[in-house]
């Protein structure tokens, strides 16, 4: 998260580039989801498996009947980093932060990769709870951040 001296509306610093969808159209309805503030992950029609990222079939059935399904947005660490250095030059400033592997209980223990919001000098551990948080841009898009529970 954004030192003191350089905090914005947001977890990170602004200037970093848009997340878009796919050209595809493969993660639209997740990006529109969370545009609603609701998070979504794929889940198979036929063997009701979860899977996350979007894929055109379920890897575990090979069914291309694959949908969405709102989940609670609850879930807890199952990895993370802290970085100390920048990735890119928006974020010469904003570092130390924190980047998260969530796995997510309702959802078949999917994991996602995301941003926990808070003191990122904070002790934590795996299996922290952590619960989703929706941080909308002017730009027209929601990052799916996560803060602990």
């Known amino acids: 998260m954004p030192s003191e001296q350089h905090a914005t509306k947001y977890a990170l610093p602004e200037g970093l580039p848009a ?5 595809d159209g493969l993660d639209k309805e997740f990006w529109e989801a969370a545009r609603r503030h ?3 992950v794929q889940r198979c029609n036929e063997c ?3 899977q ?3 894929e055109w079939i379920c890897h575990h059935c090979r069914s291309s009947n694959v949908g969405w399904e709102r989940v609670s947005g609850r879930g807890r660490v ?3 980093e802290r970085v100390w250095h920048p990735v890119h030059p928006a974020l010469r400033d904003a570092c130390p932060y924190m980047v998260v592997l969530v796995e997510l209980p309702d959802a078949g223990n ?7 919001i808070g003191d990122a000098r904070e002790e934590l551990t795996i299996g922290t709870t952590v619960e989703v948080v929706f941080e909308d841009h002017e730009q027209g898009f929601t990052l799916v951040q996560w803060k602990r529970a």
Do not use: E, H, I, K
């Open 19 to 23: 997340p878009q969808a796919t050209r």
């Open 38 to 40: 609701q998070l979504v």
């Open 48 to 50: 009701a498996t979860f």
């Open 52 to 54: 996350f990222g979007p």
């Open 78 to 80: 199952y990895s993370w």
């Open 110 to 116: 999917v994991r996602m990769v995301g941003n926990l």
